[in-house]
């Protein structure tokens, strides 16, 4: 596609559900990425994938919080059993290069969870 | 561990006066720099980067930015601000070889008539 797409953009669920997040990159792009943003605050990094592999996933608040990437396309982003601190705007981003920093990061419009 | 710092939360700027953000990192070695702009329910846009060579990069919508390693700093700037400029700007540094980025915690921008 023309862009990163993500969906939903809006979600709302009850503490202690699960939910998920999908993002669908540019097309042909080999990197990936999940950042958090947190209400007036910049994101955070919470994960990469270069093709189908995780490569890191270091910024994981916990271990309620996985992604996937199966085919090196499409990922999701899965929250188990939510808390209210995971409400946040869940940013996409996708890159063209193999961990190379000089290719730029494309990021979607996000999915913004909120947990009542 | 890298680290950005955009000391002003917001800035209010007449429409055709010049802008300038600020923006200061820590990092040991040469940082990939970026700005990006993220408009209300939006992602982020990028708005431009350096990697290396002229200190002095040019980006979209008439912005630039001037790396100064002496200072750690990575300041945007545009000549004559437009109202549609009002947004939330993000500095962020990579590090070399590893695609993450580190993000500020941005700095809002209103423009007034």
């Known amino acids: 596609g023309a862009g990163v797409s993500q969906s939903p953009r809006y979600k709302v669920a009850k503490r202690g559900q699960d939910v998920a997040l999908r993002c669908d990159p540019i097309?042909?792009?080999?990197?990936l990425f999940w950042y958090q943003q947190a209400l007036g605050q910049g994101p955070e990094f919470l994960t990469y994938?270069?093709?189908?592999?995780?490569?890191?996933k270091s910024g994981l608040p916990s271990d309620r919080f996985f992604a996937e990437r199966p085919e090196g396309s499409v990922s999701t982003l899965k929250i188990q059993r939510t808390q209210q601190e995971d409400s946040a705007v869940y940013l996409c981003?996708?890159?063209?290069?193999?961990?190379?920093?000089?290719?730029?990061?494309?990021f979607g419009d996000g999915t913004r969870l909120s947990i009542l | 561990a890298q680290s950005v710092t955009q000391p002003d939360i917001h800035i209010t700027v007449s429409e055709g006066a010049s802008l300038e953000l600020r923006c200061n990192y820590s990092?040991?070695?040469?940082?990939?720099l970026f700005w990006y702009v993220q408009s209300p329910g939006q992602g982020l846009q990028l708005l431009l980067k350096?990697?290396?060579?002229?200190?002095l990069v040019q980006g979209i919508k008439g912005f630039e930015a001037e790396f100064k390693r002496s200072q750690s700093s990575f300041n945007l700037r545009k000549p004559s601000v437009h109202w549609s400029d009002a947004a939330e700007y993000f500095c962020?540094?990579?590090?070399?070889?590893?695609?993450?980025?580190?993000f500020g915690t941005g700095t809002r921008l209103l423009v007034s008539p």
């Open positions: 981003a996708s890159s063209l290069g193999q961990g190379s920093s000089n290719q730029p990061q494309h």
């Open positions: 097309s042909g792009h080999v990197s």
């Open positions: 994938f270069q093709n189908e592999a995780q490569l890191d």
């Open positions: 990092y040991g070695a040469t940082p990939y």
């Open positions: 350096y990697f290396s060579g002229d200190t």
């Open positions: 962020a540094v990579a590090h070399t070889g590893f695609q993450k980025l580190v």
